[in-house]
């Protein structure tokens, strides 16, 4: 095997163990270490929750003496800074390691550059981009976070096959079947939250907790009620996992008038509105600012957002190129056109301002069909 092909083999271990992190270590990111030396891997790390020890100090420890003259190959830069744990790069030169191999930089401004600069300084061969797409795809969110200053949107839709998500009077359990909803669950686990809307709740008072078994972290649960509607007796608010909700300014100001009901210790923030586009500015035809709704879940450290709503918010998360990726479960039923659209959009006056998606995978689940997209640029 060539030094090349070690190489890769070595951060693709890495990277499978990161991967083990996929529903743990939020807000933090998913990072593996390997250690190797004379072609041989002699430690291996993987960082689980927030607050527990890094990926390299891990490896390090599983190496022991052997880590001396060793490379290191970590899917994400080492950090340099002092945060719930002592810095990386100083444990990796405390134990002599000679060469570190790392799949993308740390998007993170206190560690962006400084983690490999620290290390080249010591001395130690400083070397980046070996998998980076991967590594950067494993933390799509923490990125996004990091870089946009909001989570990574992921919109997930169940349709039929004529594209209708519930009959005309709002009927939806279930359009797509077991292994499906089974799936769901397992996107649930990975997401920092799970965004849904009043109108859906009222709608189809759902749950929307993580129901995975061996799952140790419920996301939070944000609820976008701009007049505060929802009932406080709504499933939402039940145990287990936190929720927020998010309101208009004035509904907020209303409600700590008269002393508005409380909801089960859900906790209450207000963002800016915004006119609903294409209608007439008024109070009624208003709607909760999408930008400053996902930068408020930036601030709380939301590194990807699950959406499970309606056509309504569904609409205006496309419009508004806020959407990431698209989960979309297709059910091989017709529901008729006088169901519920897929999304509400403003009518377009030609083909080429439609926005368009690249189909990334697709997974047969059941009868039904799972596509995952991602927008093309325009």
Request: charged share 20%.
């Amino acid at each position: 095997m060539s030094d090349a092909d070690f190489d890769q083999r070595c951060m693709r271990h890495a990277l499978e163990l990161a991967e083990r992190g996929l529903h743990t270590t939020d807000p933090n990111p998913r990072v593996g270490c390997v250690l190797a030396r004379d072609g041989v891997i002699v430690g291996e790390g993987v960082h689980l929750r927030a607050g527990e020890p890094h990926a390299e100090p891990l490896a390090l420890a599983a190496a022991g003496a052997m880590a001396r003259g060793a490379t290191a190959y970590v899917t994400l830069e080492p950090c340099n800074h002092h945060g719930r744990t002592p810095p990386c790069t100083e444990a990796l030169l405390a134990a002599g390691v000679v060469r570190v191999v790392y799949a993308t930089r740390d998007p993170n401004p206190r560690v962006d550059g400084s983690g490999a600069a620290r290390l080249a300084a010591a001395g130690v061969v400083t070397e980046c981009g070996l998998l980076e797409s991967e590594a950067l795809e494993l933390n799509c969110g923490f990125v996004a976070r990091l870089q946009r200053g909001r989570p990574f949107v992921r919109l997930k839709s169940a349709v039929s096959l004529d594209g209708r998500v519930a009959l005309a009077n709002g009927a939806s359990r279930w359009i797509t079947g077991e292994a499906a909803r089974a799936d769901v669950q397992r996107w649930r686990a990975r997401s920092s939250v799970i965004l849904t809307t009043a109108a859906t709740v009222l709608a189809d008072d759902p749950r929307l907790d993580l129901r995975l078994a061996g799952a140790t972290r419920q996301p939070l649960r944000v609820l976008l009620d701009r007049q505060l509607r929802t009932p406080a007796n709504a499933r939402i608010f039940a145990p287990p996992g936190q929720v927020l909700i998010v309101t208009g300014a004035d509904a907020a100001a209303a409600a700590a008038t008269r002393g508005a009901e409380t909801r089960q210790g859900a906790e209450r923030v207000a963002v800016a509105e915004v006119p609903v586009a294409g209608v007439p500015g008024s109070t009624a035809n208003r709607q909760l600012d999408l930008t400053a709704v996902l930068g408020e879940l930036a601030v709380r450290e939301a590194n990807e957002v699950l959406v499970e709503a309606g056509g309504v918010l569904s609409g205006a998360l496309l419009e508004q190129g806020l959407v990431d990726e698209w989960l979309l479960y297709i059910a091989p039923r017709v529901l008729g056109n006088t169901a519920q659209p897929l999304a509400v959009l403003q009518p377009l006056q030609q083909l080429t301002d439609a926005r368009s998606f690249q189909i990334i995978e697709s997974t047969l689940l059941g009868d039904d069909l799972r596509l995952r997209l991602r927008p093309r640029a325009h």
